[in-house]
C-alpha cells in the first residue's frame, strides 16, 4: 500500500491518476464496480433459516417438545401430532415477528445517509458519501465527519478529531507538507485525514485515498459492535420475565403434584402443567416490544423524526424539558434585513459606505448568481441587502477589488468574525458581530453610546442586531490573532434582521405545556430579541426568568440549580454552556432533549437523555451524537415524536396487561378448580389454542392502536415509572380471578345441568380474552370514545378469532381434535354474555379511576 503521507500532493494525484478538479464521470463509474461502495461491511445478518431454527432453542418450545415425544411413546398420538403443529406455529410466529423487527430497524439504518461534497467533472456535487471511490476530491469544513481515508491538499486552520481511531482525545492540527517518516504511527500523519473521524475546525480539501473497508476504520471495522438495540424497558421485562418464569413453573410444578396426589391421570396432569407453563409464561414478549419500538421508529421517521437509537423512542414519553435552539428550529430561518444605519464619512479612494463595504466583503456566502445565495442564513440576509442596494454588477466588483488575504473565523464563543482585504499597499480589516462583542474595541465612546441605544431598541422589537466595524493597516500584526486585530476599530454601522417565528410553533409550545412539558429557548442571540420571540410564541410567560450567558457563568452551580426549573429563556449563551443547563436539569430530575447543529453542540447533545440534531443545518458531528435527527429542523416536530413515544409507550402497556391478563386468568382457572371440587376445566390443547390464537392476534394488533386523546393532556411518565404502574399488576390479578371466577362458575352450572361443560369453560375463556381485547383498547377513554372502528386489524383479529372459535366448535372434524361438542344456541348465548361482563368489568375500572384521578386532582388544587 502506498504511503500517501510521505509523498507530496502532485505525486499524489498523479499515483491516484486523478486531478484537482476531480475525477470525470466514466472514470468514476468504472472506479465504483472496482472498489464497490465506500461503507463499513457490517457484521453479517442471520440469514432467515437460522433465525427459524433458532426458534425452537427457546426453553418453553424444548419442554413442549418432550411432551409431544412422551405422549407419543403412551400411544396418544393425536395429543403429538397437535403439540407438534402447535410447536411449529410458533416458530413460524416468532420467526415472523423477528424478521420484521429486523427489517425495520435495518429500514431505520439505511434512513442516516451522511453526504459529501465532491469535485468531479471541475463541478462539486453534493452526494451519499457511500458513492466516493479512490481519486475522488472532496471538499471540508467543520463539523463534517471524514467521509474516506484522505491526503490532505488544502488545509485552512484544519484540525480533526481523531478519538474513534487512535483514543487521542485532543483534536490534531492538520497540514499539507510532504511527510518524512513512513512508518511513522497513524496519529503523527499530519497531512491525512481519516474515515469516520470528525472536523472540529477549519476548512480544506483532500483527495480519496482508500474506501469502505481499505480504510483504517475498515481495517478495525471487526471490532467495532453494531449499535445497542435492547431498550431499558425490554431489559427490564426481560429479567421480570425470568423471575416469573420460575414462579409459573414452581405454580405448575404444585399443580402436577396436587393433581397427581387426587389420582387423576398422571401424562393428563403432566401436560395439563407442561402446557400451562408455556401458556403463561410470556416468552414472546421481548419480540413484541421490538417490533412496537421499531415501527413507532418508523412511523416517526415519516413525520420526520429520524430515531437513531431505538431506546430513545421510549424514553421521548418521559420528556419533561426541551431545550431548543432559536434561529431555524423556533423561526422560520428566513431572515431578512429590516433596519440599517450607515455612518459617515466614506473611506478614500472607495465609493460605497463602510457599512455596505463590510457587508458586501466580510461574508462566506456562495454567490451563484444575483437571485442563488447558499450559505448561513444571517450572511445571506446580509448579502441580499448589499445586492439590493448596490446592484449586483457593483457588488461584483467590489469582490472582486478586494481579495481576501487573510480571515478570523466567525466563533459562536466570540459572536463576530474579521476578514482583511488587499487595498493597495495597504490593508482593510473589516469585521462584523453582535452588538457586544464590536462594542468595547470601538475607537469612539460616542459611537459605543450610540451603537448600545440602536441595538436595544432594535432588539425589543424582535430584530437580530449586527454591528459592522472597520479599520485600515499598512501592515498585518504578528501574531494573526484577534486580541491584535480586532481592537481600535472604526464604526461602520447596524442592521437589524427579522426571523420570523414558525407558524405551527406556537400550536405546538402550548401543546407541550398542556402536557406537562416545559419548552425551553436557548439562542446565541441578544436577551432582548430573544425575549421579544419567546414572547410571541408563548415559551416565555410572565412569571419566567430569563439567563443570559454572562449571569449564568456568574452563578454558583446552587444558585442556579434553584432557577433551572423557572428559566425559560437563555440568550447569549456559549455552546459549552448548554451542557451545564442540561446537568442542571437532569440533577432537578428531568428527562431533558436538548437541540443542536454545531460541532460545539456534541457534549451537550451526548449528555441529554434525548439528544436532537438538525437534518437540514446541523453538522455531521452533531447528527452522530445525537439519539434523533429532526429533518426538518422544526420544533413542532419534536412534539410529534414525543407524542409518537407516548402512544408507544401506552401500547406496550396494553399488550402487556392483555396478555398477562389472559395468562393470569388460566392460571387461576386451573389453580383453582380442584380447591373447589371441579374436575380439570381444561385440556392441554385448549390451553395452547387459547394461549397461540386467542392471546397472538389481538395482542399483535394491540401494538398499533391509536393515541387516546388525552395522550398529550398528561404529566410526562415519571422517569422510574414502573411499567406495572397505575394499577396493572393489580389489573391483571383482578382480571385474571374474575374471568377464572366465570368460567368456573359456567363450568359448575353446566356440570349440574348436565350440559357441555368443557366446551363451555373453553369457549367462555376464549370469549372472555376477546372481550378483554377490546376493552383494554384505551387505558383511561372508553371503546365508544375509541371508536369501534378506530383500529381495524384488531377489530379483525378479534372477529377473525370469533369465527375460529365457532369452527371448534361447530366443525365436526375440529371436534375430535379439540374434543368439543357443538354448543346449543343458549349455551352459546351464555358465553357471550359472560364475555361481554368481563368486558364491562374493565370498562367500569377506567370509570372509578377516572372519578378517583378527577377528586385527586380537586383535592390537590384545593391545597
Ligand atoms: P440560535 O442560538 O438562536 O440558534 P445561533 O446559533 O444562530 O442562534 P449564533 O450563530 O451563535 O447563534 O449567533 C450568535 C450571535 O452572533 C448573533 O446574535 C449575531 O449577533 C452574531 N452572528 C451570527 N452570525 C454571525 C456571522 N456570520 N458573523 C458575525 N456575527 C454573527
Redesign the pocket.
Known amino acids: 500500500m502506498t504511503n500517501f503521507h510521505t509523498q507530496n500532493i502532485a505525486k499524489s494525484l498523479e499515483l491516484l491518476k486523478t486531478e484537482l478538479g476531480g475525477l470525470p464521470t466514466p472514470e468514476v463509474v468504472n472506479r465504483q464496480n472496482l472498489y464497490g461502495p465506500n461503507e463499513l461491511v457490517q457484521k453479517k445478518p442471520k440469514p432467515p433459516w437460522l433465525m427459524f431454527l433458532l426458534q425452537f432453542k427457546d426453553f418453553m418450545i424444548l419442554i413442549l417438545m418432550v411432551a409431544a415425544i412422551i405422549s407419543g411413546i403412551v400411544g396418544e398420538t393425536t395429543d403429538t401430532i397437535i403439540i407438534l403443529i402447535i410447536v411449529l406455529l410458533n416458530a413460524v410466529i416468532g420467526f415472523i415477528q423477528e424478521y420484521r423487527a429486523e427489517k425495520a430497524i435495518d429500514a431505520l439504518k439505511k434512513m442516516s445517509i451522511t453526504m459529501t461534497n465532491v469535485r468531479r467533472d471541475g463541478a462539486v456535487q453534493n452526494l451519499s458519501s457511500t458513492e466516493l471511490v479512490p481519486g475522488d476530491v472532496v471538499l471540508l469544513e467543520a463539523g463534517n465527519v471524514i467521509p474516506a481515508d484522505l491526503r490532505l491538499l488544502e488545509a485552512n486552520n484544519l484540525r480533526i478529531d481523531e478519538s474513534t481511531l487512535t483514543g487521542e482525545s485532543v483534536p490534531v492540527d492538520k497540514l499539507t507538507e510532504t511527510l518524512e517518516l513512513a512508518d511513522s504511527p497513524l496519529g503523527d500523519r499530519f497531512n491525512l485525514a481519516y474515515k469516520g473521524t470528525l472536523l472540529t475546525n477549519g476548512r480544506g480539501l483532500g483527495v480519496v485515498t482508500a474506501t469502505g473497508m481499505q480504510t483504517e476504520l475498515g481495517k478495525i471495522a471487526q471490532l467495532l459492535q453494531g449499535d445497542e438495540v435492547d431498550t431499558p424497558l425490554k431489559r427490564r421485562m426481560a429479567a421480570f420475565g425470568k423471575n416469573l418464569t420460575y414462579i409459573i413453573l414452581f405454580i405448575c410444578v404444585i399443580i402436577f403434584v396436587a393433581g397427581w396426589l387426587r389420582g387423576e391421570d398422571e401424562l393428563k396432569m403432566l401436560l395439563i402443567s407442561i402446557s400451562l407453563a408455556v401458556a403463561a409464561i410470556p416468552e414472546a414478549l421481548p419480540a413484541l416490544m421490538t417490533i412496537a419500538l421499531a415501527r413507532g421508529a418508523n412511523r416517526m421517521a415519516k413525520k420526520k423524526a429520524l430515531v437513531r437509537k431505538l431506546p430513545s423512542v421510549e424514553t421521548l414519553g418521559s420528556v419533561s424539558y426541551i431545550c431548543s435552539?432559536?434561529?431555524?428550529?423556533?423561526?422560520q430561518n428566513k431572515m431578512k434585513v429590516v433596519s440599517s444605519f450607515a455612518t459617515e464619512p466614506f473611506i478614500d479612494g472607495i465609493e460605497v459606505s463602510p457599512l455596505l463595504l463590510v457587508m458586501s466583503l466580510?461574508?462566506?456566502v456562495n454567490v451563484k448568481s444575483e437571485t442563488e445565495l447558499q450559505g448561513?442564513?444571517?450572511?445571506v440576509a446580509?448579502v441580499e441587502s448589499a445586492i439590493a442596494q448596490l446592484g449586483f454588477e457593483n457588488f461584483q466588483k467590489l469582490t472582486q477589488q478586494f481579495p481576501r488575504v487573510a480571515e478570523l473565523p466567525?466563533d459562536?464563543d466570540r459572536?463576530?468574525?474579521t476578514t482583511v482585504h488587499q487595498f493597495g499597499e495597504q490593508f482593510l480589516v473589516l469585521?462584523?458581530?453582535?452588538?457586544e462583542?464590536l462594542m468595547p474595541v470601538l475607537n469612539s465612546p460616542l459611537n459605543q453610546q450610540h451603537l448600545e441605544e440602536m441595538s436595544n431598541s432594535w432588539a425589543q422589537e424582535g430584530q437580530?442586531?449586527?454591528?459592522f466595524a472597520y479599520k485600515i493597516l499598512t501592515a498585518l500584526p504578528q501574531p494573526f490573532s484577534y486580541e491584535t486585530v480586532e481592537n481600535q476599530v472604526n464604526f461602520a454601522g447596524v442592521v437589524g434582521i427579522i426571523d420570523p417565528p414558525r407558524e405551527e410553533v406556537k400550536r405546538a409550545i402550548a401543546e407541550s405545556r398542556a402536557a406537562g412539558i416545559h419548552p425551553v429557548?436557548?439562542?446565541?442571540?441578544?436577551p432582548a430579541?430573544?425575549a421579544a420571540i419567546a414572547r410571541e410564541i408563548g415559551i416565555l410567560k410572565p412569571d419566567d426568568q430569563t439567563l443570559t450567558g454572562v449571569t449564568l457563568a456568574q452563578l454558583s452551580e446552587e444558585a442556579f440549580l434553584e432557577q433551572v426549573e423557572n428559566t425559560t429563556v437563555y440568550a447569549?449563551?456559549?455552546?459549552d454552556q448548554k451542557l451545564r443547563i442540561v446537568k442542571a436539569l437532569q440533577a432537578k430530575g428531568h428527562y431533558t432533549a436538548m437541540t443542536g447543529?454545531?460541532v460545539n453542540d456534541a457534549p451537550s447533545l451526548k449528555a441529554a437523555n434525548i439528544g436532537i440534531a438538525m437534518g437540514i443545518n446541523g453538522t455531521d458531528v452533531s447528527k452522530e451524537a445525537a439519539h434523533m435527527i429532526l429533518l426538518d429542523d422544526n420544533f413542532a416536530t419534536i412534539i410529534k415524536a414525543v407524542k409518537e413515544g407516548r402512544r408507544i409507550y401506552d401500547n406496550i402497556r396494553k399488550f402487556i396487561k392483555y396478555i398477562m391478563t389472559c395468562n393470569s386468568a388460566e392460571l387461576w382457572t386451573i389453580f383453582l378448580a380442584p380447591l373447589i371440587g371441579l374436575p380439570m376445566p381444561l385440556l392441554p390443547i385448549h390451553i395452547l389454542w387459547i394461549n397461540l390464537v386467542t392471546d397472538g392476534l389481538p395482542g399483535l394488533a394491540l401494538a398499533g392502536e391509536k393515541a387516546e386523546k388525552d395522550v398529550m393532556k398528561r404529566p410526562p411518565r415519571g422517569v422510574n415509572e414502573n411499567i406495572f404502574a397505575e394499577g396493572l399488576g393489580y389489573h391483571i390479578i383482578w382480571v385474571g380471578l374474575l374471568m377464572a371466577g366465570v368460567t368456573l362458575g359456567v363450568q359448575a352450572w353446566s356440570l349440574k345441568e348436565g350440559g357441555h361443560w368443557q366446551t363451555m369453560v373453553f369457549t367462555v375463556l376464549s370469549l372472555a380474552q376477546l372481550g378483554h381485547a377490546l376493552a383494554v383498547r384505551g387505558e383511561r377513554s372508553f371503546l365508544f370514545q375509541q371508536g369501534l372502528f378506530s383500529n381495524l386489524p384488531l377489530i379483525g383479529s378479534v372477529f377473525f378469532t370469533f369465527l375460529l372459535q365457532l369452527a371448534v366448535i361447530y366443525v365436526p372434524f375440529l371436534n375430535t381434535i379439540f374434543r368439543t361438542q357443538p354448543l346449543s344456541l343458549r349455551e352459546l348465548g351464555i358465553c357471550l354474555g359472560l364475555a361481554a361482563v368481563v368486558f364491562h368489568a374493565v370498562e367500569l375500572e377506567k370509570w372509578v379511576k377516572g372519578n378517583l384521578r378527577k377528586r385527586g386532582k380537586k383535592t390537590i388544587t384545593k391545597m
Not at 435552539?325 to 423561526?331: A, E, H, I, S, W
Not at 469585521?431 to 452588538?435: C, E, P, R, T
Not at 447569549?572 to 455552546?575: A, D, M, T
Request: glycine share 10%; net charge negative.
Open positions: 435552539d432559536k434561529t431555524g428550529t423556533l423561526t466580510n461574508q462566506d448561513d442564513s444571517t450572511e446580509i466567525f459562536s459572536k463576530c468574525m469585521s462584523k458581530g453582535a452588538s462583542s437580530r442586531v449586527l454591528a429557548m436557548i439562542t446565541g442571540d441578544h430579541t430573544a447569549r449563551v456559549s455552546p447543529d454545531g
